[in-house]
């Protein structure tokens, strides 16, 4: 079984990306998890997408083609999910080239240094993804508040309680796709 782990942010040390990271350590066996890196997308373009995808769209393209689930996590700015996570998501949804997210199971979660969360993000992401007809996991939603003070800046996550919910979205994500 393979997952893809997407983060929507681009920051080195990003809380986001140490939780993807996190979540492919606790992966049974039989799972594995890549995490692709978004910086090399352009911005999306309906012209470009029907006459000439870039080689980094299609990889990414060709990634979640590949997978058999999404692991989404991604910050909270200006109360919704980041421009490059959009971006992205329009990339592998456009019904230009095809909607590979069409149900596709989907788990989301996310961190933000706020004591919200990414509450008002997931909300927007889980609203971009049902229009995409995606397969979306409902609970756990999985909120991580603070996140300054349960990841370090090397990428650690110290917290049992944070590692046990990212685990059970994860395990729920597989159950999901079997």
Do not use: C
């Not at 039989?30 to 870039?54: G, R």
């Not at 199971?105 to 008002?120: D, H, K, L, Q």
């Amino acid at each position: 079984m393979k997952i893809l782990g997407i983060s929507g942010s681009l920051r080195a040390g990003s809380y986001n990306k140490a939780i993807l990271l996190k979540a492919s350590e606790l992966l049974p066996v039989n799972v594995e998890m890549s995490v692709h890196d978004l910086h090399q997308l352009p911005l999306y373009d309906d012209i470009l997408a029907a006459e000439n995808p870039p080689a980094s769209v299609l990889a990414f393209r060709e990634a979640i083609a590949q997978s058999d689930g999404l692991l989404i996590a991604s910050p909270e700015y200006n109360y919704t999910i980041t421009g490059v996570l959009k971006n992205a998501l329009d990339w592998a949804a456009t019904n230009t080239i095809s909607n590979l997210l069409s149900n596709k199971p989907i788990a989301i979660i996310g961190a933000s240094r706020t004591i919200f969360g990414t509450v008002r993000a997931q909300i927007h992401l889980r609203q971009v993804l049902h229009a995409v007809n995606a397969n979306v996991i409902r609970k756990p939603e999985v909120f991580i508040s603070r996140a300054q003070d349960l990841i370090t800046n090397d990428g650690v996550i110290n917290d049992e309680k944070t590692i046990s919910r990212i685990k059970e979205l994860v395990h729920v994500l597989i159950r999901e796709i079997t």
